[in-house]
């Protein structure tokens, strides 16, 4: 026997928050993921914006649907049908044919028992093979042999490690009998670290690494850790700094330092500001302590402003303070055939109080600030012309050891009938002790469809010196040409001739190339 009922449908909805956002992927905080069901929306301002994908007890993973442009920050609906029996009726009740199992233990034929991994994999590399040969009139000859290896390896096989690298070996040879005295088999690690994001939003790096959000600090060969909060940010570093002599690894340099910051992203406004200590020490004792800063913002992608600063918060005497690092940037796209650019930076020398113990009093007698300016216009009169003006100017806060530079530019780089580009430029130098004016001129050209490329230039320079030093003048005479053997093998080669009045210098350049990439996926 069957007794109907009345059925009421009611919705209600639960809030999350957007917490971070891929080129993939989007994922969203909420309290509590119970009764939201994988395959169905979640809106934003009443629209359908997101399906979910995956879930985790409080966060879910989403792709975007309809277009729609979601960022950090914003709170997104997701609505629950409640279905609840009318008061004083009774639920339709059938007796089944068949023993029903419990649904607990059905387990559906259909089950999709592979997860889509929510990162994808991003492989880019480079090998290089290169010798710099050097025979002289005058001098001994010289040659150096080359290697350099990067590796950028995010997400190896969609997974949740990344790998970053990049190595350099050089080997010098001399002749027997040379005055050379310095290292000739030379190794260094600049970045080697392996990266795990355990979340989305928490990552822990090991190795060698320069983080970009304190690049002042340089590179720390230890353990990073960092980790978001919405827009938000904090971070940790612990390790050592490499070695002042040959870059290596040196166990007593000890170093360890975090930071907090917040990022802004937008369609017409990015920025990134950090706020950071460090404590680096030698042998167990602080060596130097000190506060860093570092903002970038691109304002409606005209705009671009860069700063960074340090002030060091340790002395002889305890907490002493010195502004050791400044330095400001701006650069301004005026249209698309016009930009400009200001820099000013104030730095300096860093005081290691432990590292420079017998040095210390006449580094703080002599604490002046080298300071810069930079300014530099680029426009485009025509739509083949590029002209560009830059100045700089160096000097010392008591005005001493001041330089002037003035350089400007013009290319055409589409050279009508003849074909190919011609650059040419002036240099001009002033400082206490000498004055240099240096002019080029240069013109490359492609062949055949761009798989082999050709440059040729001159250089003059004339070099005026201030004190008992006869002046000097040098030709520079050079060729290049680059083939592309493949889409990702490379070969080029340089030479080049340099005349003085009593010397000449041969020098030859050759460079082989192999980069690879992730294989795109079918």
């Known amino acids: 026997m069957l007794i109907s009922s009345v059925v009421l449908a009611q919705d209600k909805s639960i809030s999350g928050t957007v917490s971070f956002v891929t080129s993939n992927n989007v994922y969203v905080k909420f309290d509590d993921t119970r009764d939201i069901e994988i395959g169905k929306s979640l809106q934003l301002a009443g629209t359908d914006c997101l399906r979910v994908t995956d879930k985790s007890s409080t966060s879910v993973v989403s792709v975007v649907l309809n277009n729609c442009a979601v960022k950090m920050g914003d709170v997104v609906t997701y609505i629950i049908v409640v279905t609840e029996t009318e008061p004083g009726t009774e639920p339709s009740i059938t007796e089944p044919d068949d023993e029903v199992l419990p649904a607990e233990v059905i387990v559906p034929t259909t089950l999709d028992t592979e997860k889509e991994s929510i990162y994808t994999e991003n492989i880019r590399g ?36 990344s790998i970053e690298s990049y190595l350099t070996y050089r080997n010098i040879i001399t002749p027997a009998d040379s005055r050379y005295n310095g290292r000739t088999n030379i190794f260094n690690i600049y970045n080697l670290n392996v990266r795990y994001d ?83 020490t030698n042998s167990g004792a602080t060596d130097r302590r000190y506060i860093f ?106 005005n001493q050891n001041k330089s002037d530079n003035f350089y400007a530019y013009a290319t055409v780089s589409r050279i009508p009938h003849l074909g190919g580009r011609i650059n040419i430029s002036y240099n001009m130098n002033s400082s206490n002790y000498l004055s240099s004016n ?85």
């Open 198 to 280: 355990a979340t989305p939003s928490l990552s822990v790096t090991a190795g060698r690494k320069i983080n970009q959000k304190a690049s002042t600090v340089g590179a720390i060969d230890g353990v990073q850790v960092e980790k978001y909060f919405g827009n938000f940010y904090v971070g940790a570093m612990g390790g050592y700094r490499p070695d002042f002599q040959d870059y290596g690894f040196n166990s007593d340099l000890l170093q360890y330092g975090g930071y907090f910051g917040i990022q802004s992203n937008s369609q017409d406004f990015y920025s990134e500001t950090t706020l950071g200590a460090m404590e680096q």
């Open 438 to 522: 240096i002019y080029s001129i240069r013109y490359s050209r492609e062949f055949f469809e761009n798989k082999l490329g050709t440059e040729v230039y001159f250089r003059r320079a004339d070099y005026t010196y201030d004190y008992n030093i006869d002046d000097q003048g040098l030709n520079y005479i050079g060729a290049t040409l680059n083939y592309r053997i493949s889409r990702t093998w490379q070969l080029s080669f340089s030479g080049e001739l340099s005349q003085a009045d009593v010397e000449n210098n041969y020098r030859f350049y050759t460079r082989l190339t192999k980069r690879f990439y992730s294989k795109k996926k079918k």
């Open 126 to 161: 480079r090998v290089s093979l290169a010798s710099y040969n050097t025979f002289s009139d005058l001098r001994e000859d010289r040659h150096q042999f080359r290697t350099r290896f990067s590796l950028n390896a995010n997400h190896l096989g969609d997974s949740k490690f």
């Open 293 to 398: 800063f570092q903002h970038f913002s691109t304002i409606a992608s005209d705009l671009s402003l860069f700063g960074s600063a340090e002030m060091d918060i340790f002395g002889n005497t305890g907490n002493e303070t010195r502004l050791t690092n400044l330095y400001l940037s701006a650069r301004y796209r005026i249209s698309r055939a016009a930009n400009i650019m200001v820099s000013y930076d104030s730095r300096k020398r860093i005081i290691y109080y432990e590292t420079f113990q017998t040095e210390i009093e006449q580094l703080l007698n002599d604490d002046l600030a080298r300071q810069g300016f930079r300014t530099r216009i680029n426009v485009r009169p025509a739509k083949i012309l590029w002209l560009g003006l830059s100045y700089s100017r160096r000097f010392r806060s008591d």
